[in-house]
């Protein structure tokens, strides 16, 4: 990584998922307090170039405010309303810098999450780190079903969890059991490698939307999952293609995009959680700060089926 590109300091307020709003509620309405922890960690991590990313209008506007009432020296960077926004290394949470904020004025932890799909009242809620999803659907309004399944993350990148497991994550989404985005999640790891073998036309639509791969081109060892998954469905390791999943994200933009309904994402980030938990890392990729954006939100939203669970978020 060139010296200049080390002395960087990206704030991630542009990471919300579909149905998520947590990182630009927070550029909002904790906009003096997003500035200031950005100031907190640069100085800890001797960052001098800071930037902000930001997908919204709003959340724009706001934080420019902040950064003129501070006097601070922080770049405002604006990115198309997409998923994943791909962000240069090393970028920080809005909620780790409103939580760098708290520490330096000694305020207690908390946390934020939104609560979306089949709840009540969708909203942003501020609260300690230790909910569960019942007690935060609970603070939602309850759930609007009974079979109601949590998905932390939210689509496509998250996870089913328990409704008695603690969320961490920045977006609890609340689905139907019977709807595609859980049932996919709950398809087998094994029947993924099976349809891959059989259905992968090799068309590398998946591998052209990689955010990974775009910024490993120019390196020549890029992530690309349709090969990895050629290389899973053959059985032919040749050492390299696995490795390369250590860039993973789990953006899931694979999935969202495959022409087969494929999930190249169940397999590769297996391979990279296997190989990680066998001690190796991922080479820093050096993308030189905030680069490219993904698919279209609203897009990605209706190819999810989220579409009707599209609402304003209660206040
Ligand atoms: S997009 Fe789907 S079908 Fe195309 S190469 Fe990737 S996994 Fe295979
Ligand atoms: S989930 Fe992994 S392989 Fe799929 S698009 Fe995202 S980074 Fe690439």
Excluded: F
Aim: charged fraction near 25%.
């Amino acid at each position: 990584m060139a010296a200049g590109r080390a002395a960087e300091l990206v704030g991630d307020c542009a990471s919300d998922p579909p149905l998520g709003a947590t990182a630009r509620w927070l550029a909002i309405a904790r906009s003096d307090e997003v500035v200031y922890g950005l100031g907190a960690i640069a100085l800890e991590r001797r960052a001098r170039r800071l930037k902000l990313a930001v997908r919204h209008e709003d959340a724009h506007a706001a934080l420019a405010q902040a950064i003129a009432r501070l006097s601070a020296k922080v770049e405002l960077v604006r990115l198309p309303d997409a998923w994943p926004p791909m962000l240069g290394a090393p970028a920080v949470e809005v909620r780790e810098l409103v939580a760098a904020s708290d520490r330096a004025r000694g305020r207690a932890t908390r946390t934020w999450v939104t609560v979306a799909g089949a709840v009540e009242r969708p909203r942003v809620l501020e609260v300690a780190p230790d909910l569960t999803a019942t007690e935060l659907v609970a603070q939602a309004g309850g759930a609007a079903i009974d079979d109601w399944v949590a998905v932390a993350g939210g689509a496509p990148s998250g996870r089913l969890v328990e409704r008695d497991a603690i969320v961490r994550e920045s977006l609890l989404l609340i689905l139907p059991a019977a709807h595609e985005v859980v049932r996919r999640l709950r398809t087998p790891l094994a029947d993924w490698l099976l349809r891959a073998a059989s259905a992968c036309e090799g068309c590398r639509v998946c591998t052209d939307a990689c955010p990974p791969s775009l910024a490993g081109r120019e390196t020549g060892a890029a992530l690309e999952p349709h090969a990895l998954l050629c290389t899973l469905a053959s059985g032919h390791d040749d050492g390299i293609e696995l490795a390369r999943s250590l860039a993973c994200t789990g953006c899931g933009l694979c999935d969202a995009m495959c022409p087969s309904a494929l999930s190249p994402r169940a397999l590769v980030v297996d391979v990279r959680d296997r190989l990680r938990a066998g001690g190796a890392s991922a080479k820093a990729t050096a993308t030189g700060g905030v680069v490219a954006s993904g698919l279209d939100t609203a897009l990605l939203t209706r190819r999810l089926g989220l579409e009707r669970y599209d609402r304003p978020l209660a206040r």
